[in-house]
């Protein structure tokens, strides 16, 4: 099987925009539960909805890899597991690297879900000295000293970065310097990288500052309802209620067995 050292996933040179490569793995996700329930067809609209997007969007998407259903069957599942399995380069082996084995890097060490889209966990990588030789997830993991070999043996081009913050940009540096070109950043700071490199990070407190953003304006909103509520039952309370001066026209106009007169005539 070939590594990722040597062949790369052509979606750029192909001219597939960023937001359809960063859904691609939407689909997939998607179309694989469908192809483990033995699924042969899935039309646009229902693997929009299983993907979380717009039909229209998700046919935009699959257009730029040649891919269009057949009018009244849809899109057949199997082959489009293979079209964006090989379009995000899962078609082969990438090893990768995981470099700070503290409470979230041995997380990720044991997820079992590498292996099956296509990774290869080669290595686990920690600058403690205490970590050395430590089984983690059933690999020894090795001191930071051996990171540029393990690279090299490995021929890693993909590195996961879950260290401190305070330690990041140096293991990054390292790691581009021995050829990773790739670095998914788990550690709360941003990374400088020179060009040709790429960096995708995962912050888990911004994503939970923008839940308690959406939550935030949800309860602002229901407030809002409720007090719009309560004021519409204030104004119908006080339609149902006839004015004081209106009671008081009304009595003034009674004869003097309490009845209002009637009309006199000309």
């Given amino acids: 099987m070939a590594t990722g050292r040597t062949h790369r996933p052509a979606t750029r040179s192909r001219g597939i925009p960023e937001a359809t490569v960063a859904r691609l793995p939407l689909y997939l996700r998607a179309l694989t539960a469908l192809s483990e329930r033995s699924v042969p067809t899935v039309s646009s609209e229902e693997l929009a909805t299983a993907a979380g997007v717009n039909s229209a969007k998700l046919r935009k998407d ?57 990774f290869r966990v080669a290595a686990l990588i920690d600058a403690d000295p205490a970590m050395a030789g430590k089984p983690v997830a059933g690999m020894p993991v090795q001191h930071t000293d051996e990171l540029e070999k393990i690279i090299s043996d490995n021929g890693v081009s993909i590195g996961v970065i879950a260290t401190p913050a305070g330690a990041a940009q140096q293991v990054c540096e390292r790691l581009v310097a021995a050829g990773v070109t790739s670095i998914l950043n788990f550690a709360p700071t941003v990374l400088s990288v020179p060009d040709g490199v790429d960096v995708r990070k995962v912050d888990l407190s911004i994503e939970l500052q923008i839940l308690a953003f959406h939550e935030q304006r949800k309860a602002g ?11 519409a039952a204030e104004r119908d309370t006080a339609a149902e209620s006839p004015a004081d001066g209106a009671v008081d026209g009304a009595a003034s106009r009674k004869g003097p067995d309490g009845d209002v007169p009637a009309v006199m005539p000309a």
């Fill in 62 to 118: 699959f257009s730029y890899l040649g891919s269009y259903g057949t009018r009244g069957v849809g899109y057949d599942v199997e082959y489009l597991v293979y079209q964006i399995s090989r379009e995000l380069g899962l078609t082969q082996d990438w090893p990768v690297v995981i470099v700070g084995i503290g409470n979230l890097g041995a997380a990720l060490a044991n997820y079992g879900g590498f292996a099956s889209r296509g």
């Fill in 221 to 231: 909103e229901e407030a809002a309802t409720e007090a719009a509520l309560a004021a």
